[in-house]
Every structure is written in C-alpha cells, then in structure tokens.
C-alpha cells in the first residue's frame, strides 16, 4: 500500500482544479500551473479532495502512484502559498543587486554574473549577500536557485561562495607548514 498516493489531496478555498483525461490544470491566487500525468493513473476530483488511483500493484505503477500525488500536491501549495528558496553569499566583495528582474552578481570574477528571471519566478534581495528565489512551481524554483549555487558553489576551506541558507558546509583545516 503506498501510504502517500492513497491520502487524498484536500483542495483549499480559492483554488480550482480541473482534470481532463490525464492533463490537470491547477487555478489559485497566485497562478495556474499544468501537468499531464501518466495515462495509467485515475486522477479524480471528488467532495473538495482529489483522489489518484493506480490501476494494479507493480513496482512501478506504486513508484508514479505516489509520485504523482506529491507533484498535484505541489501544484495546489504553490497556487496558494509560492514556495521560496533562500540563498547565502560569503566571501570578502561577494554581493548581489536586483536589477528589475535580474540578478547582477559580484562573485570575484573579472566581471559581474548578470542572471535573468525566467517566466514564473521572482527574486527577492533583503540585504547584499542573501537572495530568495520565489515562485508558484516548486520544480523550477529549486532548479533555479541551483543554477544561482553553481555560479560560485562554496568552497570548504575558507567558506566563500554561494549556499542555501540552511546548508551545512564541512570545512577542511587547510595545509599546515613543515615541521
């Protein structure tokens, strides 16, 4: 029994979805997002919750049973609530500045990274060394705040770099000279 796909997704106040065959369409407040789903699964909106059934008990029909549920999940969250992503910039003459909807960052190259916002995502700048990638699709939120990381991902010896904020960084000691 897979635990996560059985539990039906209870549809909040102000957000409308729709499903035609296997293509869902989620409506809220914030935005709308679309996905289609597999064709095997059974998505049905039913009293307010939305119920995803699979068809028999095979490994893989389990795997995308609760894999789908999690993503229409995601899709109802994010029409209500964006999701965010928060990012941490360490290092000497390392910053951020939002220009429009860009990013210009100063990473110690010879030259400022200017990072353009994709349809769907917007950058918040709270003070120069930290950004909050937010957006109503949990997917591209995260993959972006990933592509913002490898600009310059953090380094373990003195910490410098770009990391999310709750990343935990190992550092390494370092060289130590002859004895």
């Known amino acids: 029994?897979?635990?996560?796909?059985?539990?039906?997704?209870?549809?909040?106040?102000?957000?409308d979805v729709n499903v035609e065959g296997n293509h869902i369409t989620v409506?809220?407040?914030?935005?709308?997002?679309?996905?289609?789903?597999?064709a095997n699964l059974a998505v049905s909106v039913e009293e307010g919750k939305i119920v995803i059934k699979r068809p028999n008990d095979e490994t893989a029909m389990k795997s995308l049973h609760g894999l789908t549920r999690t993503l229409i999940n995601n899709m109802v969250i994010g029409v209500k609530h964006e999701f965010t992503k928060e990012?941490?910039?360490?290092?000497?003459?390392?910053?951020?500045?939002?220009?429009?909807n860009d990013l210009n960052l100063t990473?110690?190259?010879?030259?400022?990274?200017?990072?353009?916002?994709?349809?769907g995502?917007?950058?918040?700048?709270?003070?120069?060394?930290?950004i909050?990638?937010?957006?109503?699709d949990k997917e591209l939120v995260?993959?972006?705040?990933?592509?913002?990381?490898?600009?310059?991902?953090?380094?373990?010896?003195r910490g410098k770099g770009i990391k999310y904020v709750d990343e935990v960084i190992r550092r390494k000691e370092g060289k130590t000279g002859k004895k």
């Open 107 to 119: 990473l110690g190259y010879s030259h400022p990274v200017i990072y353009k916002a994709p349809s």
């Open 142 to 157: 995260g993959q972006i705040a990933a592509e913002i990381r490898t600009k310059r991902p953090p380094e373990v010896y």
């Open 121 to 130: 995502i917007s950058f918040d700048v709270p003070n120069p060394n930290s």
């Open 27 to 38: 409506k809220g407040p914030k935005g709308t997002l679309e996905r289609d789903i597999n």
């Open 87 to 100: 990012l941490e910039i360490n290092g000497v003459g390392y910053r951020v500045q939002k220009q429009g």
């Open 1 to 15: 029994m897979s635990r996560i796909g059985n539990s039906p997704i209870t549809i909040p106040e102000g957000v």
């Open 132 to 136: 909050i990638v937010k957006g109503i």
